[in-house]
């Protein structure tokens, strides 16, 4: 049975018998069938450009070609921005290099930043970021996170002196190595023979001194280098007095009758150090490095501050050291030495 109604059928009768050349009648606003919001949708995503997804795996040899926007055209279609031009390059992996020593995979700049904490005890960040990491501080915060979690290292915030004009308490954050560290750092053969390895930080009151020790000594490094000084060794004054003092005990031990004040001198004289009013005055940092030509050298190096008073500096400028000064305590020294100029000619600024 049909199920559709007469009234249907009359409809399809007059759709036929209707004339092709007669236009059809305007519907009514009522009658005009709208677009669902799907089939909207559809037709804005029709109009999107597709997204291009890089994929690694399926990259071309690049043939460059110059664009019209300044950009380069690669063989598979790709654009690339020259902006990325400017980025840091990429950074070697991590190896198994001290796996043996360390336990743990390591770039070449991590390992060099714990041999170069290790020898001076102390350094900033910033002077790490600056002289390791040619100012990539991101990179270098991200190292050291890695060896923190892996107990190699111990990361302080610092106050800085006060120069009593201002009230801000100002801080700076320094690296040094843990006593696992030191450890292991002795049996990985990337320490150089002879070089000492310190771990842990001593006198906190003295660290900001400390720091300015390892940049006064890369002004010095470079000028040896330069005239081809090489196989750099550091040697701080905790060495050198611990080595000092351990001559002179040896001395007195043999010779128990001998003038305190003539072994002094001897022992002094051993180690190429002068003895000012009775006392052997020793350096900050002794550099030790080799000749082009054979044999050995050594720069000693003192960070004055602004507690230095007049005589002290006079002393360590008659002992033959090369003298820094931080910016900070530039000011405030030379009111100490007023107006000694020969003093003054003799200090280098870090």
């Known amino acids: 049975m049909d199920p559709r109604s007469p009234l249907e059928y009359s409809r399809d009768l007059e759709r ?13 606003p009522a ?29 071309k040899p690049s043939v460059q070609v110059e664009g019209d926007i300044g950009r380069k055209i690669t063989s598979g279609g790709s654009q690339e921005d ?37 020898k001076f005890r102390v350094i900033s960040v910033k002077d790490l970021a600056r002289e390791l990491y040619n100012g990539q501080e991101s990179q270098l915060r991200h190292d050291l996170g890695y060896l923190k979690e892996h107990g190699l290292i111990e990361t302080h915030f610092i106050n800085v002196r006060r120069d009593g004009r201002s009230e801000d308490v100002r801080r700076f954050d320094a690296v040094t ?15 150089p023979e002879g070089q000492r390895i310190y771990s842990g930080l001593v006198k906190p009151r003295e660290a900001e001194h400390d720091t300015q020790i390892y940049r006064a000594y890369q002004k010095e490094a470079a000028t040896i280098e330069s005239e081809g000084g090489r196989n750099l ?14 001559a002179m005990y040896l ?27 009775d ?46 000064v931080s910016n900070g305590d530039i000011g405030r020294l030379g009111a100490a030495i007023q107006d000694d100029h020969d003093l003054m000619s ?4 870090i």
């Open 16 to 28: 036929n018998d209707r004339d092709p050349r007669v236009p059809s009648p305007v519907r009514s």
């Open 31 to 59: 009658r005009i069938e709208t677009p669902t919001i799907y089939e909207t949708v559809e037709r804005v995503l029709q109009r999107i450009q597709p997204r291009v997804v890089f994929n690694p795996r399926g990259r």
């Open 82 to 118: 020259p902006r990325r031009s400017h980025e840091a390059p990429r950074r070697p992996k991590r190896t198994q290099d001290l796996s043996v020593a360390i336990g743990l995979q390591t770039r070449p700049t991590e390992q060099k930043l714990l041999v170069e904490v290790g």
């Open 177 to 191: 190595l843990t006593k696992s560290a030191q450890r292991m750092l002795n049996k990985s053969g990337l320490v």
């Open 233 to 246: 060794r550091v040697k701080l004054d905790f060495e050198l007095k611990a080595q000092l003092n351990r």
């Open 251 to 277: 001395v007195r031990k043999q010779q128990p009758d001998r003038d305190a004040t003539e072994i002094k001198a001897e022992v002094a004289e051993q180690f190429n150090l002068k003895v000012i009013n």
């Open 279 to 324: 006392r052997v005055v020793v350096p900050d940092l002794r550099i030790e490095y080799d000749l082009p030509s054979g044999g050995s050298a050594q720069v000693d190096v003192e960070v004055a501050t602004a507690a230095y008073r007049h005589g002290h500096i006079a002393h360590k400028v008659q002992a033959g050291f090369r003298m820094y």
């Open 346 to 349: 003799e200090i280098l600024d």
